[in-house]
T-cell receptor, first 117, second 116 residues
Framework: AQTVTQSQPEMSVQEAETVTLSCTYDTSENNYYLFWYKQPPSRQMILVIRQEAYKQQNATENRFSVNFQKAAKSFSLKISDSQLGDTAMYFCAFMRVGAGNNRKLIWGLGTSLAVNP | DSGVTQTPKHLITATGQRVTLRCSPRSGDLSVYWYQQSLDQGLQFLIQYYNGEERAKGNILERFSAQQFPDLHSELNLSSLELGDSALYFC???????????????FGPGTRLTVL
């Protein structure tokens, strides 16, 4: 069974600085996707970024980028130029991609990020 | 706004009761997923439907059931409610066409269920 581990329950960063959130996962699958979602105080679940396991190039979305290390089963999220609006719970999620249409997300427990002015 | 709608936003009920949570997916999405977010168990996958058919089941209790209708909206039915069922219930949808872009799930705002 797949598992996702986020080892940092809480983190804080100063506005405009850079922060990295860690995520490791365990799987025997070779084909999968990885995601970061954020959940601000509004509780809405918002997609931040996704990474396909077959791609060696790290995904980037504006100030958000990932460091995907497939052999190490590591998938960290880097937030550059942190903004107050980045304050949220961040979840790492794993999706196995196989035959059929089973696409459930397996979640880490989250990292609570506070961006301080 | 993700385009996924969920009703109601809040639900307060008593133990032993039955409730129905409703979800409308984004236009064009065929897959609907239900997740439960609770303080003690985090985010848990409950069930997935694809174009009206059940595709995957998580640790969904027998007291819970779901269905996806021909117009692709979905309902999650929770019965014989217990205090421990209090949680935020999310619905998500995706196109479901087998690529990373079309398998990406977009979430509704959730239904906050409180069982007293």
């Amino acid at each position: 069974a797949q598992t996702v581990t986020q080892s940092q329950p809480e983190m804080s960063v100063q506005e405009a600085e850079t922060v990295t959130l860690s995520c490791t996962y365990d799987t025997s699958e070779n084909n999968y996707y990885l995601f970061w979602y954020k959940q601000p105080p509004s509780r809405q679940m918002i997609l931040v970024i996704r990474q396909e396991a077959y791609k060696q190039q790290n995904a980037t979305e504006n100030r958000f980028s990932v460091n995907f290390q497939k052999a190490a089963k590591s998938f960290s999220l880097k937030i550059s130029d942190s903004q107050l609006g980045d304050t949220a719970m961040y979840f790492c999620a794993f999706m196995r991609v196989g035959a059929g249409n089973n696409r459930k997300l397996i979640w880490g427990l989250g990292t609570s990020l506070a961006v301080n002015p | 706004d993700s385009g996924v709608t969920q009703t109601p936003k809040h639900l307060i009920t008593a133990t032993g009761q039955r409730v129905t949570l409703r979800c409308s997916p984004r236009s064009g999405d065929l897959s609907v997923y239900w997740y439960q977010q609770s303080l003690d168990q985090g985010l848990q996958f409950l069930i997935q439907y694809y174009n009206g058919e059940e595709r995957a089941k998580g640790n969904i209790l027998e007291r819970f059931s779901a269905q996806q209708f021909p117009d692709l909206h979905s309902e999650l039915n929770l019965s014989s409610l217990e205090l421990g069922d209090s949680a935020l219930y999310f619905c998500a949808s995706s196109v479901g066409a087998g690529t990373s872009r079309t398998d990406t799930q977009y979430f509704g705002p959730g239904t906050r269920l409180t069982v007293l």
